[in-house]
């Protein structure tokens, strides 16, 4: 039987790769929903080629602009409760939360409280409400099967294992596009050098995330969540090829890592057919002609917003929310050339320090801390 689909965030990097998967075994599934924020050009290309029953844009006059082009059969929807209808009202039975930062907090929250199982691409939703979006989906029976790269080597290389029997889980980081400078040459980089990420092909909070390593904080604070371990037990290696995905070390000394290419579409194709494996589009690996690969001590002073993610997520409570929504906010002012690069950390730093976290906070206060931390952040100077 068809697995049917909501796509949220679907013409973004990892929304365009899902449909690139399921154009590739159009039998395996129907396309239900898909939520886009303002880019409807590609969003009316997809909804023609996918024949949805609902797309979600951000705005009604872009929903009235979508209209008249939408084939017959398929609704427009907009704002977050349009976004939330798309989660849970188009008849999906799978959702892909691919939306970008901690807007796709709400709507994951109502794919699986709608019971529909969960690939989870929005780090966010864990970072900022871990302790909430994992509860509810155990008690809604849901399962979450992780889309961010580390995470699915981690998932498949826990497949059949004694969750018991695990000693540590080693994220591997690529360094992002300015491993080989110094701090000192940080200073004065710009958006375009930041954008060019050595490895993957991803959109452009990701790749500024990668170059910070915030976006390996987040994913530390997500497979906290995921695999339900202390930070002590998550580590963090750089490997600037990045072949080999992540690792688990088990209590004989066992260490099982996935490996290949990098290409997005493998872990979101997993995330889909788990547990069956397909063929993918992907290249094969070919390890002799990668012929050596790296790895070195992640360092701490280099990349201080890894530290700060720790901190985070270890302090708990409303901090990693506040270290998820402070950096959305300086980023963006980079991405607008408001702020230089390193004034990104300062910023994240500023305003954990200045926040009192809030232990086991309701969605509610999270929200309104999510909202207060970027209010401030965006004028921090
Ligand atoms: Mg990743």
């Not at 039987?1 to 796509?7: D, Q, R, S, T």
């Not at 691409?121 to 961010?148: C, F, Q, W």
């Not at 954008?195 to 604070?221: C, F, Y």
Request: a negative charge; one cysteine or more; glycine letters at 8%.
């Amino acid at each position: 039987m068809a697995k049917k689909l909501a796509v949220l965030g679907s013409t973004g990097s990892i929304g365009t790769q899902t449909l690139d998967v399921v154009a590739g075994d159009p039998d395996s599934y129907e396309i239900t929903g898909l939520a886009a924020g303002r880019n409807i050009r590609l969003l009316l290309e997809q909804a023609r080629r996918f024949r949805p029953k609902l797309v979600s844009v951000a705005t009604r006059e872009l929903a009235e602009e979508i209209r008249p082009g939408l084939p017959p059969g398929t609704k427009a929807v907009y704002g977050e409760e349009g976004l939330i209808e798309a989660a849970a009202g188009s008849g999906a039975d799978y959702a892909v939360c691919a939306l970008v930062g901690s807007l796709g907090l709400k709507s994951t929250l109502a794919a699986i409280d709608a019971g529909l199982s969960i690939g989870l691409a929005n780090k966010e939703s864990l970072v900022a409400a871990g302790h909430i979006v994992t509860k509810r989906a155990r008690d809604k029976g849901v399962t979450i099967y992780p889309i961010d790269s580390e995470h699915s080597a981690i998932f498949q290389c826990l497949n059949g294992e004694d969750g018991r029997a695990v000693k540590r889980l080693v994220i591997t980081a690529s360094g992002g596009s300015f491993r080989d400078r110094t701090r000192d040459e940080l200073a004065d980089v710009t958006v375009a050098d930041a954008l060019k990420h050595p490895n993957w092909s991803m959109g452009a909070k990701i790749t500024i995330d990668s170059a910070t390593m915030v976006n390996k904080g987040l994913e530390v604070i997500e497979a906290h969540w995921l695999f339900d371990l202390p930070y002590d037990r998550i580590d963090v290696l750089l490997h600037p090829e990045s072949i080999v995905h992540s690792m688990v070390e088990f209590t004989d000394t066992s260490v099982i890592a996935q490996l290949g290419n990098p290409d997005m579409r493998v872990p979101i194709q997993y995330a889909l057919t788990y547990p069956a494996r397909k063929p993918s589009p992907a290249s094969p690996l070919d390890l002799a002609k990668a012929g050596t690969l790296h790895f070195r001590e992640m360092d701490f002073e280099r990349y201080p917003c890894l530290r700060l993610a720790y901190e985070a997520g270890r302090a708990g409570g409303t901090a990693p929310a506040v270290f998820n929504a402070a950096n959305e906010a300086a980023v963006a002012r980079f991405l607008k050339g408001e702020i230089p690069f390193l004034a990104i950390e300062t910023i994240i730093e500023r305003m954990l320090r200045e926040h009192r976290t809030i232990g086991d906070p309701d969605l509610e206060t999270i929200l309104s801390v999510d909202e207060r931390t970027r209010a401030e952040a965006a004028v921090l100077r």
